[in-house]
């Protein structure tokens, strides 16, 4: 990487970290540290919003995924807009109208210390597992492609977070998410106009949409009803709806940051923003990895993205190291002739059209083939989260490089920021000070020093478990499972709070844990994993009518 992109890079970083740490000076409480003197203007939540949910994942591995399936994922998010309409008009007057600090400690009001409690453990848990994850991900991929030790990238990423975060609390946060997000949105525009020029150059817009389309890589739609199916419209819409609910509505990373807001028109108005731009955004995330798919259809792919995965002939033993070699000369041949068949497709004239599809169609196959033929021989995992790192290195001029790398970094600091902040907030308000008096909480400068400690000691945590998630490394697949467990629970607990008067306490504790039992049980079915959230939400909601009917319902309003 030229010297041009590492200054860019780097003084990126170093702007992140001043910006944060004296956004933090004129913290005098707790309110201004974990709550941002709750005076953060509409559009700036929104982008903070935007930001903690765009990870360094959305970067890589979305475009990742849009080069290897197209758009269908972005039906995942066609519920979103619903939930934010519906959070904007529930959640949120809710929410300012007992002016928290947490969601757990709305709970606590509403219902009693117990549910406060159990709530909070289970984010506190959730959010443990994940936050190592959200480092080292980001942190394995930028250490695999500039060669650099994997445990000294996962303490720099990390390091860079908790400074400002510390410093400046969720003020800092927020503002630096702002600037983070603007910088996503920029570098992705930037390789999105430089991968499309290339492509229109070569075969116009028309022949760009053929070969994507021909491969099913433009339907963005599955109107398909098996349960099964990950995505699917009905999944999306169904499961979906409950899951952005929940996350959006009940989990204190992005709570936080409707209660930092001026008012309740400032928290609506920033989850409206996120109903209007968050779509567009996954939209354009995945068209982008749609394009590069086409780019490395008419420039040739390598093998394989992964960095390092070309010296694997020289580190195979003696026995394998023929049938590699083998492997990658019938694929040279192979890419060259998809490049090819590509061509004579967008010519094709309307009599020819069928053959040449078919025969593009049968190259792309052994393309396939022969890559996943490669990787089971070198023992590699599949390497989609590199084609878009692949591309920035490799295709882009000097400072849009840097730029994009600015861009994935901006994007991992904004979850791993948001993440530690949330943590703290939660382990200090709904756990260690939940028993001090209002007063005592929001002026006490013991309290406030012992919050900046317990961020240093959060992050300090999470970049320690992210050092050795290697390890631990089939806990990946187990967070998510994890997630859905808590989550429907979760927003089933906060239904029966915004929604049904004569719940209490008892019927939302019992209510939490039947529900995550009901998801675990539906987990070891064929369901989607979307539909867990489903599951766990009507759970809760209808045990806790149940048990809060046979306890005597609701006797005292908070």
Request: charged share 15%; net charge neutral.
């Given at each position: ?402 730029l994009l790398l600015a861009a994935i970094f901006a994007a991992a600091l ?145």
């Open positions: 990487m030229h010297g041009i992109d590492w200054l860019l890079f780097f003084g990126f970083l170093v702007y992140v970290i001043w910006d944060g740490a004296r956004r933090g000076r004129g913290a005098e409480s707790v309110d201004d540290y974990f709550m941002a003197g709750r005076a953060v203007p509409w559009w700036a939540v929104g982008l903070s919003i935007m930001a903690t949910q765009a990870s360094a994942i959305t970067m890589v591995g979305t475009t990742g995924q849009g080069w290897a399936d197209g758009l269908r994922f972005v039906q995942f998010y066609f519920a979103l807009p619903i939930a934010m309409l519906i959070l904007a008009f529930v959640a949120v007057p809710a929410y300012q109208r007992l002016r928290v600090n947490t969601a757990y400690e709305y709970l606590g009001r509403r219902f009693d210390e117990k549910t406060r409690l159990l709530s909070a453990i289970l984010f506190l848990f959730l959010r443990g597992l994940s936050v190592g994850f959200v480092i080292y991900t980001p942190s394995l991929v930028l250490s695999k492609m500039f060669g650099l030790p994997l445990k000294p990238t996962i303490v720099f990423m990390g390091g860079v977070a908790v400074a400002y975060t510390a410093f400046g609390g969720l003020k800092a946060v927020i503002w630096t998410d702002v600037k983070q997000m603007i910088v996503m949105v920029v570098g992705l525009i930037a390789a999105f106009v430089a991968v499309s020029q290339f492509v229109v150059g070569e075969v116009g817009w028309g022949g760009a949409l053929r070969l994507a389309g021909e491969t099913g890589r433009l339907t963005a739609v599955d109107w398909s009803w098996d349960p099964s199916e990950k995505y699917t419209i009905w999944s999306s819409l169904i499961g979906g709806l409950f899951l952005f609910l929940s996350y959006f509505g009940t989990d204190q990373s992005q709570v936080q940051r409707l209660l930092a807001g001026r008012s309740v028109r400032d928290a609506q108005g920033a989850l409206l923003l996120n109903a209007i731009f968050k779509v567009p955004f996954q939209f354009l995330v995945l068209f982008l990895g749609t394009l590069l798919f086409v780019f490395y259809v008419l420039q040739g792919s390598p093998i394989a993205f992964e960095p390092g995965a070309q010296n694997a002939l020289t580190e195979l033993p003696d026995g394998k190291r023929g049938a590699y070699t083998a492997v990658v000369e019938e694929y040279i041949g192979v890419q060259g002739r998809l490049e090819l068949a590509a061509r004579d497709l967008v010519a094709a004239e309307p009599a020819e059209v069928d053959e040449a599809t078919e025969n593009y169609k049968n190259l792309l196959s052994d393309s396939d083939r022969l890559r996943d033929d490669a990787r089971e021989i070198r023992g590699g995992v599949r390497d989609t989260n590199y084609v878009f790192l692949d591309f920035i290195v490799e295709h882009l001029p000097i400072g849009i490089v840097g904004s979850s791993i920021d948001s993440e530690i902040n949330a943590m703290t907030t939660v382990a200090v308000l709904d756990l260690w000070a939940r028993k001090r008096k209002e007063g005592d909480v929001e002026k006490n400068p013991a309290l406030l020093r012992a919050s900046r400690w317990a961020t240093v000691l959060v992050g300090a945590f999470a970049t320690a478990f992210a050092a050795y998630a290697e390890v631990v490394g089939s806990l990946v697949e187990a967070v998510n499972k994890v997630g859905s467990y808590v989550y429907g629970s979760l927003l089933g607990a906060f239904i029966l709070a915004f929604i049904w008067k004569k719940s209490n306490g008892h019927g939302a504790f019992v209510g939490l844990i039947v529900g995550m039992i009901a998801v675990g049980l539906s987990a070891q079915t064929d369901l989607a994993f979307l539909y867990l959230n489903t599951v766990g939400t009507l759970t809760v909601v209808i045990v806790g009518i149940v048990v809060s009917a046979l306890t005597g319902g609701r006797r005292e309003a908070s």
